[in-house]
């Protein structure tokens, strides 16, 4: 069945429909990713944005569960240039096509993804339509398009209640603490409130509490704190700040998330009450754009944004440069940054813009990429390790004994 990808300047793509049987208007974004793109599927930080891969070959390993970064896909619609429906993977659990008819996600294939991407590079990120309807009206379509916007989309994909995810112990329940894999988001979503996973890995953070502020998290951000011995409570993104604080954890995780940072006004005043603690701090992506405005600095939108997995970050408290993960539109504006509050402590090699932040005389450093990142690159896995130090001797603030 032909369909077509219609964007709000207009450039109208004929291709194939693949995926759920459903029209949608939604922000059109490009990911550089050469794989992972189930966990570009499942990640909560696509909420109100159809995807467009710039790989040529989608689909050919497969759907595994196992590698989903949330119970269930989250983009409006899948844009690619050849879909695999027939995948070889020993691992796979079913193919692309139906994990996209199972999940309601409809989508477009064989277009030029290529030139669309080179669109959205020139005049940055827009809306647009994925539609089968040959009989389309632009005049009916293009004011459509332009006024549609993401929302608040935080609360759509947070959880709805706490749950917790805790170390498992290996061999049997009394035996010596092993390192955690991720957890079973089903089961939780089943009224199962506690998962507890299998890997082993070095315990540097066996016994912190951990309070995890679920602002759209990927699993692996839960994940890679437990298998290194944490226990982390998971709250929902309209919890009080009173709440967290009364739990009494030894560090608090802000999580990546979708949408314009500016619209999280709620959530910025609660955060700014942690901020006014003396309780450890790490957060990813939305969470570090939602701290930066909570101590009075300042976003702004980005041209087409950064997301894929082959991102250049230079840490400058070491020199270091990693190859980074990233999902997001909007930036710190390091302009309006006061040093007396805040310094930069990354930056993207390619483009200047900021990349993370430390917080002068607070135990709070943040990132605008994601060090949780599977398939990958890990190269920024040693963050966790960093706020698990962090934890542990908070007497040196600022971050600066952290590296």
Known sequence: ?????????????????????????????????????????TDPSYAGQAVCMTYPLIGNYGICREDMESFRPWPDG??????????????????????????????????????????????????????????????????????????????????????????????????????????????????????????????????????????????????????????????????????????RPDGIMLSNGPGDPKECTRMIREIRKLYDTEIPVFAICLGHQLMALATGADTYKMKYGHRGGNHPVKDLMTGRVYISSQNHGYVVDTDKLDPKVAVPAFVNVNDGTNEGLAYTGKNIFTVQYHPEACPGPQDSRYLFDRFIRMMKNPTVKGGQSHA
């Not at 957890?183 to 951990?210: C, H, I, M, S, W």
């Not at 290194?228 to 993104?237: K, N």
Request: hydrophobic share 40%.
């Open 78 to 247: 899948f844009i690619v240039r050849e879909l695999s429906r027939i995948p070889s993977n020993f691992r796979s659990d079913l193919s692309i096509q139906q994990f996209m008819e199972e999940n309601n996600v409809p989508g477009i294939a064989g277009i030029d993804t290529r030139a669309l991407t080179k669109i959205l590079r020139e005049k940055g990120t827009m809306n647009g339509m994925i539609t089968t309807g040959a009989d389309f009206s632009m005049e009916e379509i293009l004011p459509k398009l332009k006024a549609y916007t993401t929302g608040q989309v935080v609360e759509k994909v947070s959880c709805k209640e706490k749950y917790t995810v805790r170390p498992s112990r290996s061999p049997g329940e009394n035996g010596p603490l092993s390192g955690a894999a991720r957890f079973d988001r089903k089961a939780y979503e089943r009224g199962e409130r506690e998962a507890r996973p299998t890997l082993v890995r070095e315990l540097n953070g066996a016994g912190l509490q951990v309070a995890l502020l679920d602002l759209g998290a990927k699993d692996n951000i839960a994940h890679s704190l437990a298998e290194r011995g944490c226990e982390v409570t998971i709250y929902p993104c309209f919890t009080s700040a009173e709440e967290i604080i009364a739990s």
């Open 1 to 41: 069945m032909k369909a077509f990808l219609i964007l709000e300047d207009g450039t109208v793509f004929e291709g194939i429909h693949i995926g759920a049987h459903r029209e949608i208007i939604s922000e059109i974004v490009f990911n550089t990713s050469m794989a992972g793109y189930l966990e570009v599927l």
